[in-house]
């Protein structure tokens, strides 16, 4: 089935057709208006270079200036390979369609809403037959049905005409065209966005994104840039204060030295509020009492850091480096940013 965009916006197009395997561009007068677009034929020079095959109206009362306007815009340049000329159903629209199609040109004969403007249109030789489906299903038809019919009317008499799904309203009508069989679709962009979507799609990505993660990335390249790392000899409000500018729950004690002597966090602070009241904030880190802390070296794997935060329920571990405290990683440092 032929996927083609339909739109006269110009940075949807280019966003669309930068997929790659888009088969062409439908676009219509009513879309080049809303867009504001003055200069028609400008503008469809313009889009023929953009996409492979670019569909246009071609407009007249009668079939001779149909033809007329169909041959006016291949004089600007256009390539006929590449031009598929849309015309509005009408005794003569498929009169000018077998006309066009006696010279080469492609036709796709648009605006239907019956089976027998569609069998006249394919008995015309038209290349397209474009029943709009959102339209009739706004005035209470069944639209499905009609395009099915069509399609069956294609593959019954052979004719060698592509039945185009169009007037797409939203993602159902894309599955609607793939089980009615029809040859081509036309879907504006906010639609075909959608195509690709799927929730449990999105959650098995990031799981295996976030699995990939554990198993390439290293503890030094998850860290945050900042260190947080006191001194012993400031005092607890000191500390307060660093933890508050670092951004941690924790921050690194250490000597003269550089050497790590513990691990202090805000859950300490509360346990040494509430055991000793607010006159504590004077004390030094240095006479506190630390536990050995759960540290990891900055050059193993994630994975390592995942099993050690499982092992020992906590949210932040001391990264090391060379036994010199390197920074802090935080158990959200897993996820992917």
Do not use: W
Not at 206 to 228: C, G, H, K, W, Y
Not at 229 to 255: C, H, P, Q, R, Y
């Amino acid at each position: 089935m032929e996927l083609y965009l339909d739109s006269a916006n110009l940075k949807e197009i280019e966003e669309g057709f930068k997929l790659g395997f888009l088969n062409g561009l439908t676009t219509t007068p009513t879309f080049m208006q809303r867009e504001g677009i003055t200069d028609i034929d400008g503008m469809i020079v313009k889009l023929s270079k953009m996409v492979p095959v670019l569909q246009i109206e071609a407009l007249g009362n009668t079939a001779e200036e149909v033809v007329k306007e169909a041959r006016r815009q291949l004089d600007l340049g256009l390539d006929p390979n590449r031009t598929v000329f849309k015309i509005p159903v009408s005794l003569e629209g498929v009169r000018a369609c077998h006309l066009l199609r006696k010279e080469g040109l492609l036709v796709n004969v648009h605006l239907v809403y019956t089976l027998q403007q569609a069998y006249m249109a394919m008995h015309a030789g038209a290349t397209y037959v474009c029943p709009l489906v959102g339209r009739l299903q706004d005035q209470g038809h069944d639209a499905l049905a009609l395009v099915s019919q069509c399609v069956e009317a294609v593959n019954f008499y052979g004719y060698q005409t592509k039945i185009m799904f169009s007037s797409v309203r939203n993602a159902e009508h894309v599955r609607n065209a793939i089980n009615l069989g029809v040859h081509t679709i036309t879907v504006p962009l906010k639609i075909l966005k959608t195509l690709t979507d799927n929730n449990f799609t999105t959650l098995g990505t990031e799981q295996f994104l976030s699995d990939t993660r554990l198993m390439t990335v290293r503890v030094r390249e998850a860290i945050n840039s900042i260190n947080p790392v006191v001194k012993s000899s400031a005092n607890l409000k000191d500390a307060i204060v660093k933890m508050t500018e670092f951004g941690f729950g924790s921050i690194t004690v250490v000597n003269d030295n550089g050497e790590v002597m513990g691990v202090f966090t805000d859950g300490d602070l509360r346990r040494l509020l509430q055991a000793d009241g607010e006159h504590i904030l004077s004390k030094k880190l240095a006479e506190l009492t630390y536990k050995t802390p759960i540290s990891i070296d900055g050059g193993v794997l994630l994975n390592e850091a995942a099993l050690l935060f499982k092992k020992t329920n906590v949210d932040t571990i001391l990264v090391t480096e060379n036994g010199k405290p390197a920074g802090m990683l935080d158990i959200q440092d897993l996820k992917n940013d």
